[in-house]
Structures are given as structure tokens and as C-alpha cells.
């Protein structure tokens, strides 16, 4: 077997040259004599090429250049054989089963270390308020708190209007027009408003919470901080736990009272119910202790969103596809945290608010 011309990358992309080998050269050609004497031109692409249908080995008469003979030889030493793929059976499919368990159980150790130091960190904290991490707390609080207002209202009102006017379309058929100011004042005061917030925030803090965290982590700023001796949990995670469980509730408020707002517009379009008699009967269908219950579920949520994100964010190794991954997690952990949270408190205070 002859070899002639350019045996390059940019040979091999022209249209049909790679098929048209692929026809004409065998796996028996492997065996036969090659004389590489006449080529032009081989770089590693090419030396690949003939290195697999070699069989990945030598053959038995080889005829080359000396620059020829350098390229194929750093092909022969640095090719790997594909892995051979491994029978699923019983017995490594309960492996990687335990395998998950032990990965799960070191996230909750993790976790659960985690919240032990922000206590620590909130009792030193109270002995020192002087060396509190206050501007970053008020930082905080601007970026997660302030300039989440507009989408939280935005989705809050949209998400309002639609409720109104699908409950309406039942209630109409009961001539039970009225009771919409019940429905909506028990479902977005109780439920909806502080899950929609909390969910928009995990979504939209919780993830900048760990990709802050994770640059740090790319750019050895975290290994600066444990070099210099300064905690990371009382700079890094307690302002932010503060300040999410101090404006979650606000932006629960608000929130709710924005979904109030577009359900109040589309039940007087839809049912000729006025705003005025929305307000005066919203306070006597809801109980004050529905507000409370939820301000409440909204501490909680903000706390374990910045908790969190925390967490993924200094578990981020130094790479940028770490950092991806690590933020995704984020934010699916926290959404589905505060809703297994919120689960959790429909069921505890079942009995409160009616």
C-alpha cells in the first residue's frame, strides 16, 4: 500500500475523501506492506487514520520518513482503546445505588454543618454587633431585596389576573360570584404569594448567591480568606441568610398584594365585582392569622434559599464546568426545598387561619 499527497485535517474534510478511503482500504490492508516514503504531508490526523486501520499495531513492512516516523509514533503512544462498556447486572446497580446514598448523605452532612455554623456565627454575632459584617448585610439586602420588586409584582399581578379569571368561570355557573374574594384571598395570602416569591427568588438570588460564591472559588479568593484567617461562613453566609430572611417576608407582602391586585382588576371586568367591595370583604373572609402564618413560611424559605445556595457555591470546585453544574443544582434544590417547606406547613397548620 502506496501512500501519496497531504494526509492532513484539511485533506480529510473535503466531501466523499473519508467514505472513499473507508471503502477502498480494508482491514486486511493492515497487514500488507505501507510505504510512507512518497507523502507529503502527515500530520496527526492523518497518522490516526492510519494508525486504526493498522489495527493499532505496526505492520510487518513500513516504509517512512523520519518526520513521518515522530508523528506516528506519538499516535501509537498517546491512543487509548475505548472502554469496554461494562453488563448492567444486579449487583452494580445496587452499588450505584449505594454509591448515591453515600454522595446524598455527605450533601446532608455538609448541609447540616452548615447551618450549625451560621448559629455559631449569629451567637458571636450578638456578643460583637461591632464586627458584624453590616455593608455587606445592606448590600444584601439592596441586590436581593430592592431590585427583585419589579418581576415579583410583574409575576404576582399576572399570575392574579389568570386566577381570578379561572375561578370566575366556575363560580358563575353556581351563581356564587361573591366567594371569589374568598378564594383568592386564602390561596394567594396563604399559599401562593410567599411560594411564587420564594420560588422567584431562588431563581433569581439563590442562583447568584452560588455562582458569587463559585467565582470566588475559580479565582482562589476563598483560599485567600482561609490564608488570612477571616471566616467564610460569618462573611460569606451569615449576611446573606440575614438578609434573605428579612426581606422574604417583605417580598411576600408585596407580592401578594400585587396578585390582589390583578385579582381585584379581573374579578370587577369578568364578574362586575368592585374593588371596593373586594376590600371590604377580603378581611373578613381572611383571617389575620394567615398573614402571620405566611410571613412566617417566608423566614424560613429565605433562610434555606441562602442556605442553600451557600452551600453549592462553596462546594464548587476550581473550573468553569463545576461552576455551571454547581449553580443548576442550586437552584432545582431550592425550589424543590421550598416547595417539600411549604408542604410541610400546609400540613402542621392545617387547622390555623379557618
Not at 512518497?38 to 493499532?56: F, N, S, T, V
Not at 356564587?176 to 374574594?181: E, K, N
Not at 457555591?313 to 425550589?335: D, H, K
Request: glycine share 8%; aromatic share 8%.
Amino acid at each position: 500500500m502506496r501512500v501519496l499527497g497531504q494526509w492532513t485535517a484539511a485533506q480529510f474534510a473535503r466531501p466523499g475523501l473519508l467514505h472513499a478511503l473507508e471503502a477502498s482500504v480494508t482491514p486486511a490492508a493492515g497487514q500488507a506492506g505501507w510505504d510512507l516514503s512518497q507523502a507529503q504531508q502527515l500530520d496527526h490526523i492523518g497518522a490516526q487514520w492510519l494508525w486504526d486501520h493498522w489495527g493499532r499495531q505496526w505492520p510487518g513492512q513500513l516504509e517512512l520518513r523520519p518526520a513521518h516516523q515522530a508523528v506516528l509514533d506519538r499516535v501509537a503512544r498517546f491512543t487509548v482503546a475505548p472502554p469496554v462498556r461494562k453488563r448492567t447486572t444486579w449487583w452494580r446497580s445496587y452499588l450505584g445505588l449505594g454509591a448515591a446514598v453515600l454522595r446524598a448523605m455527605t450533601q446532608v452532612k455538609s448541609f447540616v454543618r452548615l447551618i450549625g455554623q451560621l448559629v455559631l456565627n449569629l451567637i458571636q454575632l450578638a456578643r460583637a454587633p461591632h464586627q458584624g459584617p453590616w455593608r455587606d448585610f445592606s448590600g444584601h439586602l439592596y441586590r436581593i431585596g430592592a431590585t427583585a420588586l419589579p418581576i415579583t409584582a410583574l409575576v404576582g399581578f399576572l399570575i392574579g389576573v389568570v386566577l381570578a379569571y379561572l375561578t370566575a368561570q366556575q363560580l358563575k355557573q353556581f351563581g356564587a360570584d361573591a366567594y371569589i374574594v374568598n378564594i383568592l384571598g386564602v390561596a394567594l395570602i396563604r399559599e401562593l404569594g410567599p411560594v411564587l416569591a420564594a420560588i422567584l427568588i431562588a431563581g433569581r438570588s439563590g442562583s447568584s448567591i452560588t455562582a458569587q460564591i463559585g467565582v470566588m472559588r475559580v479565582t482562589e479568593e476563598l483560599d485567600a480568606m482561609r490564608v488570612m484567617g477571616i471566616s467564610q461562613s460569618f462573611r460569606l453566609v451569615m449576611p446573606r441568610a440575614m438578609a434573605l430572611a428579612l426581606v422574604m417576608p417583605l417580598i411576600s407582602v408585596w407580592t401578594t398584594l400585587c396578585a390582589l391586585a390583578g385579582g381585584m382588576l379581573a374579578a370587577d371586568v369578568s364578574l362586575g365585582i368592585t374593588p371596593t367591595f373586594f376590600m371590604t370583604a377580603l378581611p373578613r373572609a381572611v383571617n389575620v392569622d394567615n398573614l402571620v402564618l405566611a410571613s412566617s413560611k417566608s423566614v424560613v424559605f429565605g433562610v434555606l434559599i441562602a442556605l442553600v445556595g451557600c452551600h453549592f457555591g462553596l462546594r464548587v470546585q476550581p473550573n468553569t464546568q463545576s461552576l455551571g453544574e454547581g449553580t443548576t443544582a442550586s437552584v432545582v434544590t431550592s425550589i424543590t426545598v421550598v416547595i417539600l417547606v411549604d408542604a410541610l406547613f400546609a400540613v402542621l397548620f392545617k387547622d390555623v387561619g379557618f
